[in-house]
């Protein structure tokens, strides 16, 4: 079973920049299949907030971070990041790395049945 770690998360001011990584414990798991980013707020259902394709260049952003979050990918280090900026309290959460079994340029994933394998999380906070 290959694991994704999560690293990178933290206290941080709202306002703050942030950067996430993910990594596979497989070599070259990372580059065979599209991956995502998930938060998870207290109290609240997972939702999706970014996605990349096999390929570096192609992202999709959800609409609630666009502009402020951006993914990308080194297939080369097996690894996927999350850079946060302008962060605010809302953005407080247990952020998932996830691998997807499809990549829609054009939304989100349906639903989390296109969720391979998941992380474990690793936690932001935003304070005011």
């Known amino acids: 079973q290959v694991q994704l770690v999560e690293s990178g998360g933290r206290l941080v001011q709202a306002g703050d920049s942030l950067k996430l990584a993910c990594a596979a414990s497989?070599?070259?798991?990372?580059?065979?299949?599209?991956m995502a980013w998930y938060r998870q707020a207290p109290g609240k259902e997972r939702e999706f907030v970014a996605a990349?394709?096999?390929?570096?260049?192609?992202?999709y952003v959800s609409d609630s971070v666009n502009g402020r979050f951006t993914m990308s990918r080194d297939n080369a280090k097996n690894t996927v990041y999350l850079q946060m900026t302008s962060l605010k309290p809302e953005d407080t959460a247990v952020y998932y790395c996830a691998a997807l079994t499809m990549f829609r340029s054009d939304s989100a994933p349906k639903s989390t049945d296109e969720v391979h394998s998941w992380g474990q999380g690793t936690h932001v906070t935003v304070s005011a």
């Open positions: 990349v394709g096999t390929s570096s260049g192609t992202t």
């Open positions: 497989r070599h070259t798991f990372l580059a065979v299949y599209p």
